[in-house]
């Protein structure tokens, strides 16, 4: 069955370095989207893109964040500065089409000491 | 007030006991989603509803529109079943992303 991966799966860095969170969604897939979820707290949305362009962002998703998809299969999510409030984990998810079932990716756990 | 309340926050079930886990939200939505969190992390999508009623081997999610409310129902449970059931909605006003409610943790013992 195809899958969503990740990588790393694990990521420790200092704060003010940056970090590039990669994923590869499933092939056919058109939408993709990051979410994370800070330790013992619900997933939160940051982004979705489609076509090569973001569609939707929320409010964490600030300067500090950037998203590419650099060729045809990744899609990354870059942090340029981290902060200590940046540890969590990140999950990327794909879907065929918008307001259909998202498929996870099985996280990046980031640790920003 | 969260837009997506999910109860109980914590429910501990013996093997093979009906459990049910509700979820209500406050916003338009067009769909809800039944997703399971296991413990290493991973979140594995279980349902996606917009009407009525879907089942799933021995998974049941049912969400009512009029009363913007959602259960999901396990049946003959199992200690497989532990994990975190989190419930997510695709708001009318806001694309696809998801808003996620704070999730459910199920603990069944054998």
């Known amino acids: 069955e195809p899958e969503v991966t990740q990588t790393p799966s694990h990521q420790v860095t200092q704060m003010g370095q940056e970090v590039i969170l990669r994923c590869v969604p499933i092939s056919n897939h058109l939408y993709f989207y990051w979410y994370r979820q800070i330790l013992g707290q619900k997933v939160e949305f940051l982004v979705s893109?489609?076509?090569?362009?973001?569609?939707?962002k929320s409010e964490i998703f600030d300067d500090q964040f950037s998203v590419e998809r650099p060729d045809g299969s990744n899609f990354t999510l870059k942090i340029r500065s981290t902060k200590l409030e940046d540890s969590a984990m990140y999950f990327c998810?794909?879907?065929?089409?918008?307001?259909?079932?998202?498929?996870f990716g099985p996280g990046t756990r980031l640790l920003v000491l | 007030k969260n837009e997506v309340e999910q109860s109980p926050q914590n429910l501990t079930a013996q093997e093979g006991e009906f459990i049910t886990i509700n979820c209500s939200y406050s916003?338009?939505?067009?769909?809800l989603h039944w997703l399971q969190q296991h413990p290493g992390g991973g979140i594995v999508s279980l349902f996606m509803?917009?009407?009525g009623k879907k089942k799933h081997g021995r998974l049941i999610a049912t969400i009512n529109i009029q009363e913007k409310h959602s259960s999901l129902h396990i049946t003959a449970s199992h200690p497989r079943d532990s994990a975190v059931y989190i419930c997510a909605v695709s708001q009318v006003t806001s694309g696809s992303r998801l808003t996620f409610g704070e999730g459910t943790q199920l603990t069944v013992n054998p």
């Open positions: 916003v338009g939505i067009s769909a």
């Open positions: 893109f489609y076509n090569n362009e973001i569609s939707e």
């Open positions: 509803l917009s009407s």
């Open positions: 998810a794909s879907s065929e089409a918008p307001r259909v079932g998202q498929y």
